[in-house]
Nanobody
Framework: QVQLVESGGGLVQAGDSLRLSCVASGRTFSNYAMGWFRQAPGKEREFVARISQNGGRTYYLDFVKGRFTISRDNAKNTVYLQMNSLKPEDTAVYYC?????????????????WGQGTQVTVSS
């Protein structure tokens, strides 16, 4: 089992920045690729970003490319999502997830473990 706990969400204005953190415990963190997803009210959960086990490869939803950066610190069992130039459309609950497979996937069904989510609200 892997336990994931997100933090760092909040209420900000358009154009502001936030950094989300997700701390993992349980099994060896570096064995898992990590992803960030988000779910806005009335919408399905969508992929935001993914980072490989050693941090060498990253993938992003087109809408966030150039604004969001995913990173990880395996020594701290933590994955981050730096979000800049936030827009009201980024308002959602953000979830981190762990994937034991190495091959890239943006499908939420591929991920084995999930955090409880952290709310991000961007006002215009």
């Amino acid at each position: 089992q892997v336990q994931l706990v997100e933090s760092g969400g909040g209420l900000v204005q358009a154009g502001d920045s936030l950094r989300l953190s997700c701390v993992a415990s349980g099994r060896t963190f570096s064995n898992y690729a990590m992803g960030w997803f988000r779910q806005a009210p009335g919408k399905e959960r969508e992929f935001v970003a993914r980072i490989s086990q050693n941090g060498g490869r990253t993938y992003y939803l087109d809408f966030v490319k150039g604004r969001f950066t995913i990173s990880r610190d395996n020594a701290k069992n933590t994955v981050y999502l730096q979000m800049n130039s936030l827009k009201p459309e980024d308002t959602a609950v953000y979830y981190c997830a762990a994937d034991s497979a190495s091959s890239y996937s943006s499908n939420s069904r591929s991920y084995d473990y999930w955090g409880q989510g952290t709310q991000v609200t961007v006002s215009s």
